[in-house]
C-alpha cells in the first residue's frame, strides 16, 4: 500500500514536498515514480527512478524545478517541488513496480497511492 501526502496550496514561484510512504512490503527492489491528472486527461509521467535510486528520470515539463527522491530505509519516496507554476496543479499519484529498472509509462506500475491535489496559484 502506497500513501501520498503533502499537498496543498501554493503560490506560483513556491514549493511544496510531497512525500509517498509504503506500507505492507519492503519497496527497496521497486522502480518508483511521480505520475499527475488533471481532470479530462491522462495521467501523466512527472519523475521516476530506479529501485537503487541511482537512476533518474523527469518530464521535461518539471526538468530543473523538482527533484525525486527515494529512502529504502524508511520505505518513503520524496518529491520536492520548486519554482511552481500554475500549470502544476493536478492531483499528484505515487506508484511503484516490482522492477529495479523505472518506466515512465503509468500502465507499468502496480501499485498506486491515493492522490494528493496540489494547486499553485498565479
Known amino acids: 500500500q502506497l500513501q501520498a501526502s503533502g499537498g496543498g496550496l501554493a503560490q506560483a514561484g513556491g514549493s511544496l514536498r510531497l512525500s509517498c510512504a509504503a506500507s505492507?512490503?519492503?519497496?527497496?527492489?521497486?522502480?518508483m515514480g511521480w505520475f499527475r491528472q488533471t481532470p479530462g486527461k491522462e495521467r501523466e509521467f512527472v519523475a521516476s527512478?530506479?529501485?537503487?535510486?541511482?537512476?533518474?528520470r523527469y518530464a521535461d515539463s518539471v526538468k530543473g524545478r523538482f527533484t525525486i527522491s527515494r529512502d529504502n530505509a524508511k520505505n518513503t519516496m520524496d518529491l520536492q517541488m520548486g519554482s511552481l507554476k500554475p500549470e502544476d496543479t493536478a492531483v499528484y499519484f505515487c506508484?511503484?513496480?516490482?522492477?529495479?529498472?523505472?518506466?515512465?509509462?503509468?500502465?507499468?506500475?502496480?501499485?498506486w497511492g491515493q492522490g494528493t491535489l496540489v494547486t499553485v496559484s498565479s
Open positions: 506508484a511503484a513496480r516490482s522492477s529495479v529498472v523505472f518506466y515512465t509509462t503509468p500502465n507499468s506500475y502496480s501499485y
Open positions: 527512478l530506479s529501485a537503487s535510486g541511482s537512476i533518474i
Open positions: 505492507g512490503r519492503t519497496v527497496s527492489s521497486y522502480a
